[in-house]
């Protein structure tokens, strides 16, 4: 007998090495544009934004603070690497991609989090932890990042003998707790969301949104891209 994974989801983990001077700069020119008010903060959110959050604009790579352009350069080269693996792309193909993107950040303080939902609009979407906040130990899930499982149909029935499946084939969704320098890559239309933070000080994130082309080859055979 053999087993073999179907509908499998990627989901890349990568760390900046050495990342505490860098995350010191993004919070502290964060903080700053939060303070500054609605100049900064995004005018017209897809979602509801609760008490807790703030939501910046989604124009930040465009920034030209040295901190902001390191990291969108290292955004940019793992996820570039990411899509010539997982697609089977040569150095040379990849030369021939362009891409777009929205990027904003988040600052969540105790009590907010962020409700399910997913990026319909573009392929790639990431999140990079600048701090993750202080832990509650009475909340072990405070502030962790939720990917729900998009098997939807999967557990309408259920009965002893798909109950304890194994890690690789169970129904239930995954968290994951971020690290300070941490960066997430996976696939835009799975559903994604924050569990509550809990903690004392912020929980600082990026997130971004990719989409992209092929030069040379016939815009009918690739999606839509905005301009």
Request: aromatic fraction near 12%.
């Amino acid at each position: 007998m053999s087993v073999i994974s179907l509908f499998s989801v990627p989901i890349v983990r990568t760390q900046w090495p050495n990342a505490a001077a860098l995350n010191a700069e993004l919070r502290d020119l964060f903080l700053r544009r939060e303070a500054e008010g609605r100049h900064w903060s995004n005018p017209e959110p897809s979602m509801n934004i609760p008490r807790g959050l703030f939501e910046s604009k989604f124009d930040l790579f465009s920034w030209p603070e040295r901190c902001v352009q390191q990291l969108h350069e290292f955004c940019m080269r793992q996820l570039f690497a990411t899509v010539g693996e997982l697609n089977a792309y040569s150095t040379e193909e990849l030369h021939k991609f362009e891409s777009q993107t929205h990027a904003w950040f988040h600052i969540t303080r105790r009590g907010g989090r962020f409700f399910a939902h997913n990026h319909p609009m573009a392929s790639w979407s990431g999140v990079y932890c600048v701090t993750p906040g202080q832990t509650d130990p009475d909340e072990p899930l405070s502030g962790a990042l939720h990917f729900q499982n998009p098997h939807q149909l999967a557990n309408m029935f259920s009965d002893p003998a798909n109950r304890r499946l194994v890690r690789e084939y169970s129904l239930a969704g995954r968290n994951l707790s971020l690290t300070a320098g941490e960066l997430i890559l996976f696939p835009s239309w799975l559903f994604h969301e924050v569990h509550p933070y809990t903690g004392e000080g912020e929980r600082i994130t990026v997130a971004f949104n990719c989409w992209f082309r092929q030069l040379g080859v016939d815009p009918e055979l690739q999606g839509p891209y905005l301009r």
